[in-house]
């Protein structure tokens, strides 16, 4: 809905820009003006193309050089060299750059471990091979440079500029709504959760890999058509002038300048730069041009890396006023410069205002914690609390039923250490497993091993009956595996409320956005955080962080919860009150692990205890037994402690 | 045989690589601070290298007296804002990508555009050559060898053998716990940055010696001295040196056996692969955790 209305806006936009060159005599407009919008047109599309994989997903690309420059070449050779029409080289070079940004994305994304930076530092290896590549090969370059011909077009449209300005204006426009589009959907949401914390998002089955080819891809696209149009606004194509760093400079400065976000920081950056870009040509400055836009990079990223955007729709007000004062002031005064220059002045006043300190990003309000909402009276009882309750499963509560994990055999090797060694394990449904055993007994590793974060070095994994082995850790969260982390990793983009609906969005039964955050206020008051669904995560506690880790997790809808040291850290009436969620969590029929170091808290909550020692397991039954076993005895306490204590 | 001497030749090339990828290489593993502005600072040590030896008439080895203190304060210096500021890791990527943009520019400003050379009579070692048994190589390769085996031996003696050695390693193992152990990272770090940006000076000393100058060089070393870096381990300097051997040797091969146009291409092509199958270093074995 929003996206529909949105787009209907880009329409009305196009529309206006585009009368600007149709109407451009009779309005008065000079060329010049027409030339430098064409030139912000083209960079809004170039940094909007970056932006949709780098700034949503937080992956930064110094290669953007790449897809302007396959873009270009592929119109300059195309239609310089084999005579194939302008219009459609177009298309062709879009979708040449998008396979390109796939295979790229192939080679990236695959490794897991894969950190930003060294795909930074790849990308920025791309536009090094391909300049190699078109030098070399006399078919595309041979270090000849290729002349673009110059295509026809229709008459009503004027000069060849005109035509340049309209082509930019379409490329940029479709650029700039597929940006707003992507931000409003699902795949924008699931871009958010990859650069905030793309494990947990996998775990809570957002198909991260999927997302992040897709991204590229669309980068790809829209680079490629741009740089498309590069070729015939340059006339002459040459390896030096797309493979260069001056392209990714360019888009990473504006995106960073306006903000990454957001689909209109980009285009506020664009604007912002080329302004500057062309007031300091203008002023016999072209020398300082990239020492200025260095500068910027540098002391934003510093001072401002939420960038201008943020800033902006917070309080908007100043910054028009700025804009409007010192424009105007400049306009009346005429003592100086040409209207483009008065009006810029007014730009960077603008942006002085925006970017002044001060005007940081103000935190949104805590509201009050609802009263009582930690009763120490209701340990114990696990049912009965007014209506926040999941919808009830009653077939399995209670006794064990059919077997929902099954691992055989199962090991796991880190170098020579076998942190799981030959462990095998059923869970039932309906059971509230503790898994206890001292440190670096296997435990964490075993709850890595069932959630898909790591893979056995042998051994075969079952849940629900379907073998889980190799599956990726969204697929096994949509088979119905839940965990939480030991050090909760929340979204910090996005309210509490958010952080749950991400998880009901991309669960085991997907909703849309609106469903989702109403079922999210459901999850938050299982876990008693519904006071806080406003919040950011950076302003709720280690309890509370904890709680939203169990709120996210079981907003997957999971048949398992695996609960890794979920109370870790916390003083003892938090401790009571999240067992008392914990409790809560297993009535409404979901089947927990919980790994746990307080024995109190195990023998408190668990209808079975499972005990692992140095990557095996030492014992499995019903907790009083287990608990007394002297082996367990042995392993907690050490060689004598039984001997001693008996 | 000519395969074979280009091989040899690559290899001390390589040398060079290993100087200008150590810096890097410590910065980023002890500091966590991804500085793209070395890359600056090698452009600008070897533009000084090349104005004292022309201008003043200094040899040009010995240029690295001045420039190697000078080039120690403004890297000092740089870590100091750097952790002021809480520059780091990624930040750190992009601000210092600002900074070589600043610097180029200038660069060019300063001394234009066009190729600078060092003319024959200041600059004696480049036309010189040493032969050994059948093979002949130009000197400024071979002392570049030597410089980066003098660097790389020396700091890696030095971070295992001394207790600022040792100090730093423990920081970047654990920052809270060896500042809690006393270990004054901000000096620490300073020094080591001083001496990151000191090893940009020599290097870019090594490079004036045997070839002409643009404001954008640093361009052709970014790709090849990250991947020296990469392959050889972030923060490892000895895997330094051997990655930039095998990096000069694979690209001076596949230029001899092919053509030096497609060199770039293999050796990014292999860099990409390296980063692919080995992203924590050809040496590195991942631990146990």
């Known amino acids: 809905m929003i996206a529909a209305r949105g787009l209907g806006g880009f329409a009305v936009v196009f529309m206006a820009l585009a009368a600007l060159a149709v109407w451009r005599e009779d309005l008065g407009l000079p060329m010049f003006y027409l030339v430098l919008a064409s030139t912000a047109l083209f960079w809004v599309a170039q940094a909007t193309s970056w932006n949709v994989l780098s700034g949503y997903s937080g992956y930064f690309s110094f290669g953007q050089g790449a897809f302007v420059g396959v873009g270009a070449y592929t119109t300059a050779v195309l239609g310089g060299r084999h005579g194939v029409d302008f219009y459609l080289t177009v298309?062709?070079?879009a979708v040449f750059s998008a396979v390109l940004a796939l295979i790229v994305g192939g080679l990236a994304f695959r490794l897991r471990s894969f950190r930003g930076e060294i795909f930074a530092l790849l990308t920025l290896a791309v536009p090094f091979i391909l300049a190699a590549f078109a030098r070399v090969n006399s078919e595309i370059d041979g270090g000849q440079g290729v002349v673009v011909p110059v295509p026809e077009f229709p008459e009503w449209m004027g000069q060849f500029q005109d035509f340049l300005y309209l082509l930019n204006l379409l490329v940029a426009v479709v650029a700039v709504a597929a940006a707003f589009a992507i931000q409003h959907t699902r795949f924008g949401w699931a871009l958010a959760s990859i650069r905030d914390a793309e494990d947990v998002a996998e775990g809570l089955g957002v198909a991260?890999?999927?997302?992040?080819?897709?991204?590229?891809?669309?980068?790809?696209?829209i680079g490629g058509a741009a740089g498309s149009l590069f070729a015939l606004q340059i006339g002459f194509v040459t390896v030096e002038s797309v493979f260069g760093l001056t392209i990714p400079l360019f888009v990473i400065v504006m995106s960073v300048l306006g903000g990454r976000t957001h689909w209109f920081g980009p285009v506020l950056g664009a604007v912002v730069i080329v302004l500057i870009q062309d007031r300091l040509s203008a002023s016999g400055f072209e020398g300082w041009n990239l020492i200025v836009l260095g500068a910027i990079l540098a002391v934003l990223v510093v001072v401002a890396p939420d960038g201008l955007q943020a800033r902006l729709w917070r309080r908007p007000w100043p910054a028009v006023a700025a804009l409007v004062l010192v424009t105007g002031v400049l306009a009346v005064v005429d003592a100086w410069g040409t209207p483009l220059d008065w009006f810029v002045s007014g730009v960077l006043a603008a942006v002085a205002v925006v970017l002044w300190p001060g005007h940081a990003p103000a935190s949104a309000e805590r509201r009050p914690p609802a009263p009582d909402h930690v009763d120490l009276g209701e340990i114990g009882e696990s049912t009965g609390h007014s209506g926040q309750q999941l919808p009830e499963n009653s077939k399995i509560n209670g006794e064990p039923g059919e077997v929902l994990v099954e691992c055989r055999e199962v090991s796991r090797y880190f170098g020579g250490v076998r942190a799981l060694d030959g462990v095998s394990l059923q869970l039932r449904a309906g059971e509230l497993v503790g898994l206890v055993g001292p440190n670096g007994s296997g435990k964490t590793t075993l709850v890595n091993l069932v959630s898909g974060a790591l893979r056995p070095t042998s051994g075969t994994m079952a849940v629900a009956g379907r073998d889980i082995v190799g599956l990726a850790p969204h697929r096994i969260a949509h088979v119905g595996v839940s965990r939480t982390h030991q050090i909760p990793k929340p979204f910090e983009s996005m309210t509490v409320r958010d952080n749950v609906a991400m998880a009901i969005m991309f669960g085991r039964q997907p909703r849309p956005l609106t469903a989702a955050r109403e079922e999210a206020e459901q999850c938050l008051d299982i876990v008693h955080l519904g006071h806080l669904a406003g919040a950011r995560p950076a302003e709720i506690n280690l309890h509370e962080r904890q709680l939203l880790e169990?709120?996210?997790?079981?907003?997957?809808?999971?048949?398992?919860?695996?609960?890794?040291?979920?109370?870790?850290?916390l003083n003892p009436a938090e401790i009571d009150a999240a067992v008392a969620v914990v409790r809560r969590i297993h009535a409404s029929g979901i089947t927990i692990v919980i790994v746990e170091h307080l024995?109190?808290?195990?023998?408190?909550?668990?209808?079975?205890?499972?005990?692992?020692?140095?990557?095996?397991?030492l014992a499995d039954g019903d907790p009083r037994t287990v608990m007394s076993d002297p082996d367990v005895i042995r392993a907690y306490l050490g060689r004598h402690a039984h001997a001693r204590g008996s | 045989?000519?395969?074979?001497?280009?091989?040899?030749?690559?290899?001390?090339?390589?040398?060079?690589?290993?100087?200008?990828?150590?810096?890097?290489?410590?910065?980023?593993?002890?500091?966590?601070?991804?500085?793209?502005?070395?890359?600056?600072?090698?452009?600008?040590?070897?533009?000084?290298?090349?104005?004292?030896?022309t201008s003043w008439g200094i040899d040009p080895i010995l240029t690295i007296v001045l420039t190697v203190p000078l080039m120690f304060l403004v890297g000092a210096g740089l870590q100091w804002a750097f952790d002021r500021l809480g520059v780091e890791e990624f930040a750190s990527l992009l601000v210092s990508f600002g900074l070589l943009i600043i610097v180029m520019q200038t660069v060019s400003n300063v001394w234009s555009a066009d190729f600078q050379r060092m003319p024959g009579d200041v600059n004696p070692y480049a036309t010189q050559s040493v032969s050994l048994g059948r093979f002949v190589f130009p000197a400024p390769t071979l002392i570049a060898f030597v410089f980066a085996v003098v660097i790389v031996v020396t700091a890696d003696q030095v971070l295992r053998r001394t207790f600022a050695g040792r100090a730093l390693r423990a920081f970047a193992e654990d920052r809270a716990v060896a500042s809690a152990f006393g270990i004054d990272h901000r000096r620490l770090g300073m020094v080591l940055a001083g001496l990151s940006a000191a090893s940009a000076a020599v290097a870019g000393m090594l490079f004036a010696l045997g070839n002409a100058v643009t404001p954008s060089t640093p361009f052709e070393w970014i790709g090849v001295v990250f991947a020296v870096v990469i392959l050889g381990g972030i923060g490892q300097v000895g895997g330094v040196l051997l990655a930039g051997v095998l990096v000069g040797t694979l690209s001076a091969v596949v230029s001899a056996t092919w053509s030096p146009a497609l060199s770039p291409l293999v050796l990014f092509s292999a860099i990409i692969l390296a980063l692919l199958f080995r992203p924590y270093g050809l040496l590195t074995v991942r631990g146990a955790r």
Do not use: C
């Not at chain 1, 991260?208 to 696209?221: D, N, P, Q, S």
């Not at chain 1, 408190?604 to 005990?611: E, G, I, N, P």
């Not at chain 2, 001390?12 to 690589?17: D, E, I, R, T």
């Open chain 1, 208 to 221: 991260t890999f999927r997302y992040k080819m897709l991204a590229i891809a669309v980068t790809g696209l």
């Open chain 1, 599 to 617: 024995l109190r808290v195990v023998n408190q909550l668990a209808t079975r205890v499972v005990v692992l020692n140095r990557g095996r397991l």
């Open chain 1, 91 to 93: 298309p062709v070079a």
């Open chain 1, 550 to 569: 169990m709120a996210r997790a079981i907003a997957t809808k999971p048949k398992v919860l695996l609960l890794d040291e979920a109370l870790a850290g």
């Open chain 2, 1 to 53: 045989m000519t395969t074979l001497q280009a091989a040899l030749s690559g290899a001390l090339v390589g040398g060079m690589f290993a100087v200008m990828a150590a810096g890097l290489s410590l910065t980023w593993g002890m500091l966590r601070v991804i500085n793209l502005a070395h890359f600056g600072l090698i452009l600008v040590g070897a533009y000084l290298t090349f104005e004292l030896a």
